[in-house]
């Protein structure tokens, strides 16, 4: 595994190894920190630096990725797209090229899906998605830790994303995909996820897993284990607030919805969260509610991932710049 554009940049195995890694840190993690120890483990990153890139806000990814790379021995250099001007001042692979001389990884927020293909097509150095219109892959992983954190275990789990067919469901159907659970996209007409993504999830799907799509909220939630949802407008998408909750009336996930789903139902979120709109305060803040450990997880899973992608081990050329 080069880069992290897409969950489907790993296979089974890697995203198993992930998840793994992932636990051990955040058990590692809580006791370092219970013990009164430090929670750094410099061994990692031995010093290498990531460049995180924002061109769209963040609390968790900003947050997570940074402290997940001080407890790795590394350093970040954090920048934003009014300083870069990505596309504006210079062409995004002379970026890419640019940074690739300083840093060992380059993690980018970024609007166009595209940006994230064009560097990872002109530098060697990692170059991990924390979130495009099309994905959110960090997201996924964090996400499929809290549920195995949970449950015990993924496969012939059933997953019920509720709200948009969007950046977070298209990398909710890949992981759900190829950890062999059961992934359904409960979505209004207009707003399903892209075919091409339902498509390659399929594709993904093991023995035990399966993917599919209804506009029948409770049909969709009906004995589900994860209850899952989203904000109805993404960031860019702010002008079509006023017209998108008028298509997502009826897929709210209230406490009706979640009494469909299974008695040991869980309910996660990405956040930041909208409570009165895609979910009621009665759900996100109830006894099913795992979002906050889901915001924790995305710390471990980020570590997790860094260590697979730039540990020791993981291939000579990575993380050095192509010449
Ligand atoms: N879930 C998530 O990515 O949060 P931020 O947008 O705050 O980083
Ligand atoms: N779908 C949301 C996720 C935020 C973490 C967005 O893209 O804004």
Redesign the pocket.
């Known amino acids: 595994m080069q880069d992290f554009l897409s969950v489907a940049d790993a296979t089974p195995a890697d995203l198993e190894a992930i998840l793994d890694r992932a636990d051990d840190l955040r058990l590692a993690r809580h006791a370092a920190l219970a013990a009164g120890r430090s929670p750094v483990t410099a061994d990692v990153l031995d010093g290498r630096t990531v460049a995180l890139v924002f061109e769209?806000?963040?609390?968790?990814?900003?947050a997570s990725f940074e402290v997940g790379v001080h407890e790795l021995g590394g350093a970040t250099l954090p920048m934003w797209n009014t300083e870069i001007n990505l596309g504006g001042r210079e062409s995004v692979s002379d970026v890419a090229r640019v940074l690739a001389r300083y840093v060992q990884c380059i993690v980018i927020?970024t609007f166009s899906h595209d940006n994230l293909v064009e560097m990872a097509a002109a530098v060697d150095v990692p170059i991990v998605n924390?979130?495009s219109d099309h994905e959110?892959p960090?997201?996924a992983l964090a996400d499929l830790q809290t549920v195995r954190q949970v449950f015990g275990d993924l496969a012939g789990r059933t997953l019920a994303y509720v709200g948009d067919g969007n950046n977070v469901a298209h990398s909710l159907l890949l992981a759900g995909a190829l950890a062999e659970m059961h992934v359904r996209v409960v979505h209004p007409d207009g707003y399903a996820p892209d075919d091409d993504v339902v498509a390659a999830a399929r594709d993904l799907v093991g023995e035990v897993g399966s993917v599919s799509t209804t506009t029948d909220p409770r049909a969709g939630v009906e004995g589900a284990d994860v209850v899952y949802t989203d904000v109805w407008a993404s960031?860019g998408q702010e002008a079509e607030a006023a017209a998108r909750a008028t298509a997502f009336d009826g897929f709210r996930v209230t406490t009706d919805l979640m009494d469909l789903a299974a008695d040991d139902a869980i309910f996660l979120h990405?956040?930041?969260a909208h409570r009165g709109e895609e979910v009621d305060a009665a759900v996100i803040d109830g006894p099913a509610s795992r979002v906050f450990d889901q915001?924790e997880n995305?710390l471990h899973a980020q570590k997790a991932l860094l260590a697979h992608l730039l540990g020791a081990g993981h291939g000579s050329s990575r993380g050095t710049a192509r010449p």
């Open positions: 769209k806000p963040s609390l968790r990814t900003r927020r924390s979130l959110h960090c997201q960031m990405c956040l930041p915001a995305r």
